[in-house]
């Protein structure tokens, strides 16, 4: 075999290498998601975001008063937490693509502690909403969520609903 045959079957070779090295690294992306709703927020274990979360993260759409980085996250989490202590998230769709996971979602929870300056109602929520997490070395390391705060304003009763 020549120098250029062996070129013309290594060129044919690398892309098909290159795409499935990325396959592989979208699904390990889309398994840390997976792991950070379980873990960290349906479970409550925030320690698990150390593993999951670069310490520089940056929330690109901050609730109010939300510091930057992993800790901010964690203390987000926290807030809804003990606002919605039986908030439960369900990945409704999931798409990765190299560094990006985009996951529409669905979380509920009862109101049983201050949310956002809103006392505790007692109310049931169900809020929709999409996330598109980027990814760096298996970690989240920015992040935008769009959530229907306005339905959950609805659901809360501090909105008058339709």
Known sequence: MGSYEVADMMLAVIPHMLNQEMRVSEY????????????????GRLEQADELVAVDFVELDPLPGQRQGR???????GMMRAAFPDIHWVADETVASGDK??????WTGTHRGTFLGVPATGRSVNVKGVVIDRLVGGK????????????MMQQLGVIPGP
């Not at 390990?28 to 960290?40: C, K, P, Q, S």
């Not at 800790?71 to 989490?77: R, T």
């Not at 996971?101 to 669905?106: P, Q």
């Open 71 to 77: 800790e901010g996250l964690k203390e987000v989490i």
């Open 28 to 43: 390990g992306n889309a398994a840390v998601i997976a792991r950070f709703l379980d873990e960290v927020i349906n479970q």
């Open 140 to 151: 989240m390391t920015d992040s935008r969520i769009l959530m229907d705060n306005f339905t």
């Open 101 to 106: 996971v985009v996951t529409r979602f669905t």
